[in-house]
Structure formats: C-alpha cells, structure tokens
C-alpha cells in the first residue's frame, strides 16, 4: 500500500458522500497495521482552499478532505484503483497547512 494510493470507500453508510479513501501514511512504515486516510468527498461548491485538494478521479470532480483524516486497519482496504501521486505537492502543501500553520 503506497502513500496517496485510492481506494473504494469499504463503508456502504458513507460511500454516496466518500465514494473513495486516499492513503496519506508513507508506505515506508511497513509494520504498521493501520493507516492514515482522507476521504475524497464528492464535490462541494467550494472547498477549504487551504486544506483540501481539488481533483479529477474517473471523470468526477472529488475535494481530498484533510479535515477529515482517520485512520483504518490496512487489512480492510483491498486493492487500489488509482493514485494521487500527480497530486502530490498540493497535498503535502495542505497536510503542512494543517499542521504547522504554514
């Protein structure tokens, strides 16, 4: 499992709003089980600039929510249906803002 990998949202309660879960904790951690995820949230008229990503996944317009990270066992995401490593630099720019303010 690859930081920024997309998965199908394994929740049926929240699956209409959170169609999809991106992995944010970095693959380098190989004995954890559990990861950290945000939900892509499907569109909103407009999202927290600051702290959430505006993409494109399977020709749908999605907001990456990084005010709404969790954290889930690894061994309930099964495979990945896409990535968001194009997106990689206006999220590590939002998960900073998040954290340090910067």
């Not at 970095?26 to 600051?50: G, N, Q």
């Amino acid at each position: 499992m690859r930081q920024f990998e997309i998965f199908s949202n394994p929740s049926e309660a929240t699956r209409a709003i959170a169609p999809y879960l991106v992995t944010l904790s970095s693959h380098r951690l190989k004995d954890v089980s559990v990861v950290i995820v945000a939900p892509l949230l499907r569109d909103r008229s407009r999202p927290i600039k600051e702290l959430e990503v505006a993409v494109r996944f399977e020709g749908e317009r999605l907001i990456l929510s990084l005010t709404d990270l969790f954290s889930l066992e690894t061994r309930v995401l099964r495979n990945p249906v896409g990535d968001l490593f194009a997106e990689e630099d206006a999220i590590r720019r939002a998960l900073e803002r998040l954290f340090t303010g910067f």
